[in-house]
């Protein structure tokens, strides 16, 4: 390949592109669900393809990104003007936590780890899972959460209603399971763990999805068996 043939299919590339990307608006950039992240990656390659693969003529690679681009803006315009039309090409937002417990099945659903739920919500400013009242994960992959009422931003009237710090929250149970290492940290034994599910009145560790205990000893206990559905 020549520079001249270079140039040339990299101007054709840019300007087709350029062209493209203002007709599918800002929508690949800002809100993208998982399908756009998919076709943004698609189209980047169906150009440079076509600048650098000489055995694909300049105008079939073109053509191939035109008609992509197409059936992309159709999908998009299919999700704007259906409701079956947005649930099948973006889905719909999957409850994470809902009345303040966690969504086992919706946490299964997105295939979403405890871990990666608690990383989410700290992502949100919130240490504390026992201070968020629904969490969702967005079309886009994005967490979002929405404080309980008391834990909600402080208007000017609550201003001076300075309250101590809980400190760092520690889980000590997930999916059923004792971390024996955030006992370790917590400086407690699993006879401790037994007392408090005993005093929640959970009789089998196995029913507890997650727990959780601050510096100030609140506790957070989620079960297995909580319906928020």
């Known amino acids: ?9 990299t101007t054709i590339g840019f300007i087709i592109l350029y062209v493209l990307c203002r ?11 998982f399908f756009d992240f998919v076709a943004g990656i698609t189209i ?3 150009v440079a393809s076509s600048m650098l693969m000489k055995d694909v003529p300049v105008l079939i690679g073109m053509f191939g990104l035109i008609l992509f681009c197409f059936y992309t803006f159709l999908s998009s315009l299919g ?3 259906s409701l079956l039309g947005r649930k099948v090409l973006e889905d719909e937002p999957t409850y ?14 997105v295939r979403l780890t405890m871990d990666s739920l608690l990383t989410g919500l700290r992502k ?36 001076f209603n300075i309250q101590a710090s809980r400190g760092t929250a520690q889980a000590f149970i997930i999916d059923g399971q004792i971390l024996s290492t955030s006992l370790k940290l917590l400086g407690k034994d699993t006879t401790w763990v037994r007392q408090v599910l005993q005093a929640n009145n959970i009789a089998n560790i196995q029913d507890v999805f997650f727990a959780q205990i601050d510096e ?11 319906s928020a559905f």
């Open 1 to 9: 390949m020549t520079l001249y043939e270079m140039l040339i299919r």
């Open 23 to 33: 007709m599918l608006n800002k929508k690949l950039i800002a809100q993208m669900t």
């Open 44 to 46: 980047g390659s169906v």
């Open 79 to 81: 999700a704007i003007k």
């Open 96 to 109: 994470l936590i809902k009345n303040g417990q966690v969504c086992e099945e919706g946490l299964k659903k």
């Open 124 to 159: 949100k400013g919130f240490f504390y899972i026992d201070q968020v009242e629904t969490a969702f994960l967005e079309t886009d992959g994005t967490i979002t959460a929405l404080a309980k009422p008391p834990y909600l931003s402080a208007m000017q009237k609550d201003v």
């Open 216 to 226: 100030q000893g609140n506790l957070y206990i989620d079960k297995k068996s909580d």
